[in-house]
């Protein structure tokens, strides 16, 4: 039997899935934590990344390996391949200055026309502003500019900086790269950091391989999200991820150019590309308010469920970290509608949920805006496991909802990207025994949660 292996080298952890080649059968996985924190240095994802294969029982007829990892982040690299500094991650807002003033030189529609997308912290570009502006010295250090993803597939490779590569997906994600020609766009990295010499990864094809040092072959990889559609087969389904971020996304033959920066115009792991709206405050709204209240997420679950609809007037404007859609890298969050009679642990509970989905519709209202059809969800990531959040989540969307069976999908869509690039070809391979059930959540008559999210939403902007 012929195995392909599939990383997902997340924020939070790495976790790994072993398949077989041709069914998608699940043979194995295993996982290892990643420390805390936006910016770490990349060592811990290589220490974890063998911890979590040693966890899988190994790579014993491991074929090929596709590393799928957290997209954006800054891996500065010097002439002899050492990591100049820890790596700034996708969370990290230190460079939302940065990222202001990049649109303000330029433009947002200059952005958006020439990468598709309009730069924010999350971007690797904003980074590097950041580093040459407050880091000058560990600018002039750097030789080459690498993502999470790229690094890990480097030192599974070995070799100099010139074995540096890279997918459409996550080069999408910089901020100097267009994925409608398939090109770096050096001029905006030299207008971001006045740096027109530095090596950036090769950016290889959606079934492309290459060898690595170990023997097993290695895919191109791909952004987390990207590679979750690979793993999900979601056809033209929007697909919402409930992580560390609320992640919206659809696929598209074109690539949009929204000057309002709400929507990124990213590539797929495939040749098509990849409308996505992003929020900074998902999973993390729910594991707040549940320690507020002194319950588990299962509690918080029940009690969300036990409050009426609306949660008796409470809101909830959950942007605890800042949050990028809209684009408000300071904000915190603000809770509206407490009286004496509403203020209730499960009206809290109730809000919480509500208003995690509320930040989350108004991303699926920014790819209808695109001219992306929205008749379906998809709901992934830990948050959706909970009963409140697949119930609630088509009053809130107004479409029905799709919930798979938990699953590792980053890691499993990077697997069938490994046996693709084992097989060759131009299709993807069909895997129907990876395939999980997916259970429907029908959208009821539409009720005024969403409009008095949006009241409130509207009073916290006014601040």
């Known amino acids: 039997m012929t195995l392909v292996a599939g990383v997902d080298s997340s924020t939070q952890a790495c976790k790994v899935v072993i398949r077989d080649a041709?069914?998608?059968?699940?043979?194995?996985?295993?996982?290892?934590?990643?420390?805390?924190?936006?910016?770490?240095?990349p060592e811990h994802w290589w220490t974890a990344l063998h911890e979590a294969f040693d966890d899988a029982g190994g790579l014993d007829e491991v074929a090929a390996i596709g590393i799928a990892g957290q997209q954006h982040g800054l891996v500065c690299l010097d002439e002899a391949g050492r990591v100049v500094r820890d790596a700034l991650l996708w969370n990290d807002t230190r460079s939302a200055d940065a990222a202001r003033d990049l649109v303000d030189e330029l433009g947002a529609p200059t952005w958006a026309q020439r990468t598709g997308s309009v730069p924010v912290a999350s971007f690797t570009v904003t980074k590097l502003r950041w580093l040459a502006e407050h880091e000058p010295d560990n600018l002039a250090r750097t030789a080459a500019v690498c993502l999470p993803h790229d690094w890990l597939t480097w030192r599974?490779?070995?070799?100099?900086?010139?074995?540096?590569?890279?997918?459409?997906?996550d080069a999408s994600g910089t901020g100097y790269f267009d994925s409608s020609i398939g090109e770096y766009c050096r001029d905006l990295l030299e207008f971001a950091c006045g740096r027109n010499d530095l090596l950036l990864p090769r950016v290889m094809g959606p079934n492309e391989s290459t060898a690595s040092a170990s023997g097993p072959l290695l895919a191109a990889g791909a952004g987390d999200n990207a590679a979750a559609r690979l793993g999900l087969a979601a056809g033209t389904d929007v697909v919402v991820s409930l992580g560390t971020s609320g992640v919206v996304s659809a696929s598209s033959v074109q690539r949009p150019a929204d000057p309002t920066g709400i929507v990124a115009g990213f590539a797929d792991a495939t040749d098509r590309h990849l409308p996505l709206v992003c929020t900074l405050n998902a999973a993390r709204v729910l594991d707040t308010t549940a320690g507020l209240l002194g319950v588990g997420l299962r509690k918080l679950s029940e009690l969300a469920l036990s409050a009426p609809s609306g949660a008796d007037g409470v809101v909830l404007v959950p942007y605890f970290d800042g949050e990028r859609t809209p684009n408000l890298p300071t904000a915190t969050g603000a809770l509206h509608g407490l009286t004496t009679a509403s203020a209730t642990p499960a009206n809290l509970a109730r809000a919480a949920v509500e208003g995690m989905l509320c930040g989350i519709a108004?991303?699926?209202?920014?790819?209808?805006?695109?001219?992306?059809?929205?008749?379906?969800?998809?709901?992934?990531?830990?948050?959706?496991?909970?009963?409140?959040?697949?119930?609630?989540?088509?009053a809130v969307f107004g479409v029905p909802v799709l919930a798979p069976e938990p699953g590792e999908y980053v890691a499993e869509g990077a697997a069938r990207q490994a046996a693709w690039a084992l097989r060759g070809g131009p299709e993807l391979p069909d895997w129907p025994e990876s395939a999980a059930p997916a259970q429907r959540y029908e959208a009821p008559v539409a009720d005024a949660v969403r409009e008095r999210y949006l009241s409130a939403q509207s009073k916290y902007l006014e601040r």
């Open 22 to 41: 041709e069914s998608g059968r699940a043979v194995r996985s295993g996982r290892a934590a990643h420390p805390p924190g936006t910016e770490v240095h």
């Open 156 to 169: 599974l490779r070995g070799g100099g900086l010139d074995q540096l590569t890279t997918d459409r997906s």
């Open 362 to 394: 108004a991303g699926l209202e920014a790819l209808a805006a695109q001219c992306v059809s929205v008749t379906t969800v998809r709901l992934i990531g830990g948050a959706a496991a909970l009963p409140a959040v697949r119930e609630i989540a088509p």
